[in-house]
Nanobody
């Protein structure tokens, strides 16, 4: 069974940066891993979970929500089965629990129902 584990969250002041990591394990093979989409979602208190950024593992093609374009960068280290989310110029509006999720044959890249495996999340808190 596939597992995802996030790390790297914390508390920063506005304008600061954080780098989140998502380690993927428990998949069948490297070829299977290459078919995955790994996407970061976030959920703030009282709000719905929303997609932030993701990457097609095989092609390394990234995709971003408009709210984070130019500030967040997603990347991967395939040898370590790890996806990173570099977050710069953070604002209090970025405060949320951040989750990474895995899916295959994804149509709507930020559609939560497209993803079948989720991590437990890592908290990001940005103070003004």
């Amino acid at each position: 069974q596939m597992q995802l584990e996030e790390s790297g969250g914390g508390s920063v002041q506005a304008g600061g940066s954080l780098r989140l990591s998502c380690v993927v394990s428990g998949y069948n093979s490297d070829s299977y891993y290459n078919t995955l989409y790994i996407t970061w979602f976030r959920q703030a208190p009282g709000k719905e979970r929303e997609g932030v950024a993701g990457i097609e593992i095989g092609s390394a093609l990234p995709y971003y929500a408009d709210s984070v374009k130019g500030r967040f960068t997603i990347s991967q280290d395939k040898a370590k089965n790890t996806v990173f989310l570099q977050m710069n110029s953070l604002t209090p509006e970025d405060t949320a629990m951040y989750y990474c999720a895995a899916g295959r044959y994804v149509g709507d890249r930020f559609g939560r129902s497209e993803y079948y495996s989720w991590g437990q999340g890592t908290q990001v808190t940005v103070s003004s």
